[in-house]
């Protein structure tokens, strides 16, 4: 099963400018994870941050009991070996096929003979459908299958985390489903914990079990998808929907005075961009037919039950609505005394949580 990530109060600087604060989640076991926000609020460098390329002024990031942000080089050499990272480029070497591409964490990490490296290489290739391009080098492939390969080289070392950086950057929304089909079904295999930075809001809606959300410097929310997808916090919805409308602007955000124009030039009729409204919980991809079921989406299923009511009447219903007849029926077997299935509206007290966070805007 994947490893939990605890992160408590991070906060990142360069020199005088603040990336983000006080920054709080728990990424739970074998789940998969999405974290949302406009360019330049620091998503990319929170990903850093989390394997210890960066190292943050403040707060903790706990994976196995080891803090990534205070533990010694030693510690973090083999904590790093817990995570495979997919970089947005895939950043495969040029001059190497893509089996010696997979193969190099092998080779630079462990003591496998040839035989052993060989016999696992492929099996990653299989996985992620490059079977018979082990020769080609990556400028002879597609981009798609530069990603596919910088994924099959994430997972030779048998990660417990897997870091995803934009996966769809350079991808048609055609081959963007694909890949966001081979997390899902990566997941069902390994039962590995995902992170997925991306502004792809098709994948955003319909991947993830959990979504979180960056802007100003702070984590707007992060909890179970049912939390964002029917939010009404106004820089959520302006996101989802892609319009100008909202306080997101190109610098990230707006002084009142562009606001102020903004919906004088909107009230006059200048469309505000976007295609449709977005709104509503889609249903969540499953893994391929044939695969296992997701054992992390069986526990999604468990926790979200328990903490249910410290959500959203919005998001309980939609968490609610969701639910097949199996999952009702393995949902009853936990929270029968609770009275969080059917429709049912739990009672009692609101536990606290690192899973669930609203933002304060």
């Known amino acids: 099963m994947g490893a939990e990530v605890v992160v408590e109060g991070l906060t990142k600087s360069f ?13 739970p076991a074998g789940e998969v994870s999405a974290l949302l926000g406009p360019s330049g609020t620091g998503k990319s460098v929170f990903l850093k ?6 190292k943050p002024e403040r707060g903790r990031c706990i994976v196995n009991g080891v803090d990534i942000v205070t533990c010694s080089e030693r510690q ?8 495979g990272v997919l970089f947005q480029d895939g950043a495969l070497f040029g001059s190497m096929n893509l089996f010696d591409n997979v193969a190099f964490p092998l080779r630079e990490h462990t003591r496998k003979s040839e035989t052993e490296i060989r016999r696992i290489v492929l099996e990653k ?18 981009g798609g299958m530069r990603k596919r390969a910088g994924l099959a080289r994430a997972l030779v070392l048998d990660p417990q985390i897997i870091l995803v950086d934009e996966p769809d950057s350079g991808l048609d929304p055609v081959r963007t489903t694909y890949i ?3 997390f899902l079904d990566v997941n069902a295999q390994i039962d ?9 809001i098709n994948l955003a809606r319909t991947v993830p079990d959990n979504i979180g959300m960056l802007f100003r410097k702070e984590l707007v929310m992060f909890g179970p998808r049912e939390l964002l997808l029917t939010s009404e916090e106004p820089v959520v919805r302006q996101f989802l929907n892609g319009r100008m409308d909202g306080p997101i602007g190109m610098s990230e955000e707006k002084d009142s005075a562009t606001l102020a124009a903004e919906k004088a030039l909107f009230e006059a009729g200048h469309g505000s961009g976007g295609v449709e409204e977005v709104t509503g919980v889609p249903p969540q991809m499953r893994p391929t037919p044939g695969l296992p079921d997701r054992a992390g989406g069986r526990r999604r299923l468990d926790r979200v039950m328990q903490l249910l009511h ?3 009447e919005t998001a309980q219903e939609a968490v609610l609505a969701s639910l097949s007849g199996e999952d009702r029926r393995h949902a009853g077997t936990h929270q029968h005394d609770e009275g969080t299935v059917a429709g049912q509206r739990p009672r009692g007290p609101r536990p606290s949580t690192h899973s669930v966070r609203h933002g304060r805007r």
């Open 192 to 200: 590995a914990t995902f992170l997925i930075v991306t502004h792809n």
């Open 180 to 182: 966001s089909q081979l």
């Open 125 to 142: 290739l299989d996985m992620t459908g490059l079977t018979g391009a082990d020769r080609k080098l990556p400028g002879e492939i597609s």
């Open 49 to 54: 941050s989390m394997i210890g390329l960066l």
């Open 310 to 312: 410290t959500l959203p």
């Open 15 to 27: 020199g005088n400018q603040n990336i983000w604060r006080d920054v709080t989640l728990t990424l």
């Open 76 to 83: 973090l050499y083999e904590a790093r070996k817990l995570f």
